[in-house]
């Protein structure tokens, strides 16, 4: 921080020049004369200054801008502007701009009706304004604090400027009120700064503020939006039980060594996009919606959040995130955390990583049902923790064409929501309007199909995704993912062939892609029926053929030879569906599935059928036993 340097340059209010030379100082002493006077409060001799004390009353006004005070001087002046009720000095509009206070500056206490205006002072001792009342604007911007400055218990009524201001001592804002507007752009705390339990009416601003020191907000209170934009903590930030009732943004800001942000609640958005954390910070925040877009992670860090829709889109992260839906209120020394400014469903809503390198990314117990994946880098490698929900397919029965449809239920990506959506020509949901279960969800470019995702860039992300759920072991969601890769793949006609689109499409109908126990197994009852029905009709014959001796005995007696013969097989003229015929027909079909021949005599028709059920129906039931474990493996 820089050191206190007197102003360059003629002040605009007629000064008092007290001290002036030509050559080292030609302005000299830059008081405002009092008025009456030529000279400022601080170089009038001793009568005219006792009788300008002696002349003023509580309430006051008074200007002494640019006025040297020592603490002998602000002492008599306060003394003068006593209020007997109150014992406590009391002034109208006073204004200090540019003055230079060389010792304690004890304002404690003091009431200040009008503007108070120190915008450009000097305070090279103590500050002292401990429960000072002030019931218009209070200007300290550009003021320099060299010592201690205090302000616990202080009273703003009207606006509060700190712009500027630069703290070069511990800074003390303890449960300080501001009813208007406190802004302290730019300013810069060269040591500790606390702000607990200070309660900010109006529009709090800390943009570009420097915090060198310790930075403690713990129990404020913002009831209007705060911004701390490209504000920079080197050291700890302590947002303990802190309670914003709009927004707070930390746009930008620098947290170099904070270990931790929170716990606190926001009952708008926390805009944490484009900050730095430059070590390892656990983050506790409860809020409507938190934004980490293009945040940059140096070290390790856990972000616990309640009940917040969270945007990681374009995170940097240099080492390993952990975000976690926290699954009860924060607690501190003081218990829970009262989140009833929160009128969001307790779930945490992840809306975005793209662009993110996941490799580092774990989340865990998350909503990523509204997730927009398309983008990221290794998703492959993406951590998926704890209870994981996402987008189900829609609900009940719907008709395309002139036939009905049922969607398979199972989890889904957005992207392909917002595809289908799209292809269907579904209209707009509504900003902020809940999904209808019984319909695709659009996306936000919904309906450009320029700027929504195809079946090709969907399919791939399904594919780095099912590694993911694999690698975590959970087989029933690396399933779905599977089934919603090769649903893209048999709907993308510019990156899969037609033939392959064939297969899948043959592969979807007969067993759901090897994941749809029930379709495999209806097929299979079909083919065991329609087997059983053929070989009734041509399979089996009217009876089992008998065997046939012939032989030719010669007329001198010795060998006979024997032909033994088989009559063919032939279908029954009539009575072909018959109890004695459905035993047979089934112990054929049954071996068949079993990949088993059944030693029953057949037509040639019956062989062919025989053969072809050994070949499709045990396939199915293999199918069948697939898409069962792919379900019950863990």
């Known amino acids: 921080m820089s050191t206190p340097q007197p102003p360059t340059g003629a002040p605009t209010w007629p000064y008092c020049a007290h001290g002036a030379d030509p050559v080292t100082d030609p302005i000299g002493c830059r008081g405002i004369h009092v008025p009456g006077h030529t000279d400022c409060l601080a170089h009038l001799n001793d009568a005219d200054r006792t009788s300008y004390l002696t002349a003023l009353a509580p309430g006051t006004d008074v200007d002494h801008r640019g006025t040297p005070f020592t603490e002998s001087l602000l002492n008599k002046l306060l003394t003068a502007l006593i209020d007997p009720s109150t014992q406590d000095p009391h002034f109208g509009a006073a204004e200090f701009g ?32 401990d429960g000072a009342q002030f019931a218009r604007a209070a200007e300290f911007d550009d003021v320099q604090f060299s010592g201690v400055a205090w302000f616990r218990w202080a009273q703003f009524s009207g606006r509060a400027g700190f712009g500027g201001a630069q703290f070069s001592d511990h800074a003390e804002f303890h449960e300080a009120q ?98 730095v954390f430059g070590s390892p910070v656990t983050l506790e925040i409860a809020a409507s919606a938190l934004s980490f877009v293009r945040t940059r992670w140096e070290s390790t860090a856990t972000v616990r959040v309640r009940r917040a829709e969270v945007d990681l889109g374009y995170t940097v992260l240099a080492a390993p995130v952990a975000v976690t839906a926290h699954p009860a209120a924060f607690t501190t020394g003081n218990g829970n955390v009262d989140e009833s400014s929160l009128t969001c469903p307790d779930r945490v809503r992840v809306t975005s990583v793209q662009g993110v390198d996941a490799a580092h990314l774990v989340l865990t117990d998350t909503d990523l049902s509204d997730c927009l994946f398309s983008g990221a880098f290794h998703l492959d490698q993406l951590r998926l923790e704890g209870r994981t929900t996402l987008a189900p397919t829609p609900t009940g029965w719907h008709r395309k064409g002139v036939s009905p449809i049922r969607w398979t239920r199972r989890r889904t990506l957005a992207e392909e929501h917002h595809w289908r959506a799209q292809s269907a020509g579904q209209p707009s949901i509504p900003a902020g309007a809940m999904p209808e279960p019984r319909r695709w969800r659009t996306g936000p470019h919904h309906p450009d199909p320029a700027r929504t995702p195809d079946p090709d860039d969907v399919a791939a992300l399904y594919r780095q995704l099912r590694k993911a759920f694999e690698d975590g072991k959970n087989e029933p969601g690396a399933a779905d993912f599977y089934y919603g890769e090769c649903e893209m793949r048999r709907h993308d ?73 088989k009559q063919d097989p032939k279908n029954p003229v009539k009575d072909r569906f018959t109890s004695k015929r459905f035993d047979k027909a089934v112990s054929v079909t049954l071996n068949s599935v079993v990949f088993r021949s059944s030693g029953q005599d057949l037509t040639t028709a019956g062989t062919y059928i025989e053969m072809t059920s050994r070949i499709l129906e045990p396939a199915l039931l293999a199918l069948a036993v697939l898409a069962i474990r792919g379900r019950i493996k863990r």
């Open 493 to 565: 006609h510019s990156g899969t062939p037609k033939t392959e689109r064939r297969l899948l499409w043959a592969y979807w109908a007969l067993s759901g892609y090897g994941l749809r126990a029930s379709r495999a197994l209806g097929w299979l009852a079909a083919a065991m029926l329609t087997t059983i029905l053929l070989l009734m009709a041509f399979g089996l014959p009217a009876s089992s053929p008998k065997q046939e001796a012939t032989g030719t005995v010669p007329a001198g007696g010795g060998k006979v030879t024997f032909t033994i013969d």
């Open 178 to 275: 501001f009813s208007g507007s406190a802004d302290f752009d730019g300013a810069q705390f060269a040591r500790d700064a606390a702000f607990d339990k200070v309660q900010f009416s109006g529009n709090a601003y800390f943009r570009r503020a420097q915090f060198s020191g310790h930075a403690t907000f713990g129990e404020a209170q913002f009831s209007r939006p705060a911004s701390f934009r490209r504000a920079q903590f080197s050291e700890n930030s302590w947002f303990r039980e802190a309670l914003f009732s709009r927004g707070a943004d930390f746009g930008g800001a620098h947290f170099l060594t904070s270990a931790e942000l929170g716990p606190l609640v926001c009952a708008g958005r926390v805009d944490l996009s484009r900050a």
């Open 98 to 129: 540019g003055a230079q206070f060389s010792g304690a500056a004890e304002f404690d206490d003091v009431q200040f009706s009008g503007r108070a205006g120190f915008d450009g002072a000097q305070f090279f001792g103590r500050a002292g304004f």
